[in-house]
């Protein structure tokens, strides 16, 4: 079983930047595809951006050269640097580990 804990969310102009951390439990972090995920309210759950146990990443095309996703292994903690934030990437952000543990989200709201 994996716990995973977001934090880092909340308000912010269009423009600026926002750091989300994720932080699991368990010893076997270092072995997890990690990914965050985003969801606005009346819309499916999205892959934003993934980061696999040997540090390859992908992003959605709606957030490269705007987000990045990174891991450090010694501190079970996943983080996503948000920068150029724009209105429509208002939603709430997951972590995910492997697609079967998730974290309980946290709000991200970029105003115009």
């Known amino acids: 079983q994996v716990q995973l804990v977001e934090s880092g969310g909340g308000l912010v102009q269009a423009g600026g930047s926002l750091r989300l951390s994720c932080a699991a439990s368990g010893s076997v972090f270092s072995f997890l595809r990690l990914g965050w995920y985003r969801q606005a309210p009346g819309k499916q759950r999205d892959l934003v951006a993934q980061i696999t146990p040997g540090g390859r990443t992908n992003y959605a095309d709606s957030v490269k050269g705007r987000f990045t996703i990174s891991r450090d292994n010694t501190k079970n903690t996943v983080y996503l640097q948000m920068n150029s934030l724009k209105p429509e990437d208002t939603a709430v952000y997951y972590c995910?580990?492997?697609?079967?543990?998730w974290g309980q989200g946290t709000q991200v709201t970029v105003s115009s």
């Open positions: 995910a580990a492997n697609e079967v543990f």
